[in-house]
Structure formats: structure tokens, C-alpha cells
T-cell receptor, first 114, second 113 residues
Framework: QKEVEQDPGPLSVPEGAIVSLNCTYS??????FMWYRQYSRKGPELLMYTYSSGNKEDGRFTAQVDKSSKYISLFIRDSQPSDSATYLCAMMDAGGTSYGKLTFGQGTILTVHP | KAGVTQTPRYLIKTRGQQVTLSCSPI?????VSWYQQTPGQGLQFLFE???????NKGNFPGRFSGRQFSNSRSEMNVSTLELGDSALYLCASSPGLLNTEAFFGQGTRLTVV
């Protein structure tokens, strides 16, 4: 079983829809939770990160972390065709010898159609 | 501010050969990490360097190695290439001790034939 599970989709939504992307994890030591967006033939781009449980909002994006359930989410409001990309969740345990190691989900392919 | 630069962008190598990939981090960033991305396994951590010291290493064979120079630029080397090494190799740089803000380059696409 992978440490981080993410539904690969693909997910197709109409423009303006609210998108919900999710990941579950098994390692309770994870403390930092990130969301990346990756366009075709590009490197991943950091959207936002959160520490421990709670919500964080940045424009149309909201990240939620529920450590008790080992579940994280990314919500995209008013989705646009330019949001079409692969979305990757990533996690990090910053303790001990885990410096610098991000553990990624498989990525969810999102298409927003006009 | 220039982003993370990886060279070359594309490489084709033959089985058994070795290859060296280069990464120039964002100016001022002292941490550089490397990842392998494949359709089947996704993004997998290779290793991370901070101020020329390897702080962490992923579960890859010893054929995969890396180093970081005093100017924070980094290289990774893969010896005795196998077909399964074909992948997108990504480098990320971070400003501090924690990699909560890792900025990725566009990657080097390696094809082993």
C-alpha cells in the first residue's frame, strides 16, 4: 500500500464548477501538506502548503487538512479552463532524517471544459 | 528572479552508458532535491542536498548518485543505465532547512534505448 493515495481521475468538469481533489495517507508523522499543479511537459508548481490540521485559502484555492482522518483536500472555486492540469498532493515529515523528502500522490488529471 | 534550471532538457542514451544531469537552483536557495517521475510510479524521491551535504536518500540503487557544489548547483549521475531508468528527472530547490516551499525545474527527459 502506498503511503499517499490519490484518485488519478481523470476528472472532467464544466467551467465555473467547484472542484474537490483529495488524498489520504497512512504515515501519521506527516506534518506538512502541499498541493502542486503540473501542466503537460512542465515541472510541478507549488500552489500552497499547510502545516498540521486546518484550512488555508489563497484566491480560488482552499486547502484542508484533517490529521485525525489522515485526509487532505484541495477545493478550486469558479474553475477555469486554465486550471486543466495534473494536481499532485505531497507530504513531508520534517523530523529526524526526513529532511527534504516529499512523498507524492499519483496525481489527479483535471480537465475544465468551456 | 530566475527559476530552477535543468540541463539538458532531453537525453537519449543506450543501455549500459552513464549520464550526468545538472541543476542550477534559484539564487540563494541552499537545498536541492531530485525526483524521478514515471507514469507508473509517479514522483519518487531520489536524494536531497543542503550546503553540499546529502541529508536524505530515497530507495534507489547505488547506480544513482548526486552531489552539490559550493554554489549550490547540483548534479546527479546514473551509471550502467537500464531501460527502466527512462523517466523525467526533476530537480527542486528550497530556501531553507525545511522544504515546505520547493520550486521545481522543468526536468530532464531521459530515454534509455
Amino acid at each position: 500500500q502506498k503511503e499517499v493515495e490519490q484518485d488519478p481521475g481523470p476528472l472532467s468538469v464544466p467551467e465555473g464548477a467547484i472542484v474537490s481533489l483529495n488524498c489520504t495517507y497512512s504515515n501519521s508523522a506527516f506534518q506538512y501538506f502541499m498541493w502542486y499543479r503540473q501542466y503537460s511537459r512542465k515541472g510541478p508548481e507549488l500552489l500552497m502548503y499547510t502545516y498540521s490540521s486546518g484550512n488555508k485559502e489563497d484566491g480560488r484555492f482552499t486547502a484542508q487538512v484533517d490529521k485525525s482522518s489522515k485526509y487532505i483536500s484541495l477545493f478550486i472555486r469558479d474553475s477555469q479552463p486554465s486550471d486543466s492540469a495534473t494536481y499532485l498532493c505531497a507530504m513531508m515529515d520534517a523530523g529526524g532524517t526526513s529532511y527534504g523528502k516529499l512523498t507524492f500522490g499519483q496525481g489527479t488529471i483535471l480537465t475544465v471544459h468551456p | 528572479k530566475a527559476g530552477v534550471t535543468q540541463t539538458p532538457r532531453y537525453l537519449i542514451k543506450t543501455r549500459g552508458q552513464q549520464v550526468t544531469l545538472s541543476c542550477s537552483p534559484i539564487s540563494g536557495h541552499r537545498s536541492v532535491s531530485w525526483y524521478q517521475q514515471t507514469p507508473g510510479q509517479g514522483l519518487q524521491f531520489l536524494f536531497e542536498y543542503f550546503s553540499e551535504t546529502q541529508r536524505n536518500k530515497g530507495n534507489f540503487p547505488g547506480r544513482f548518485s548526486g552531489r552539490q557544489f559550493s554554489n549550490s548547483r547540483s548534479e546527479m549521475n546514473v551509471s550502467t543505465l537500464e531501460l527502466g531508468d527512462s523517466a523525467l528527472y526533476l530537480c527542486a530547490s528550497s530556501p531553507g532547512l525545511l522544504n515546505t516551499e520547493a520550486f521545481f525545474g522543468q526536468g530532464t527527459r531521459l530515454t534509455v534505448v
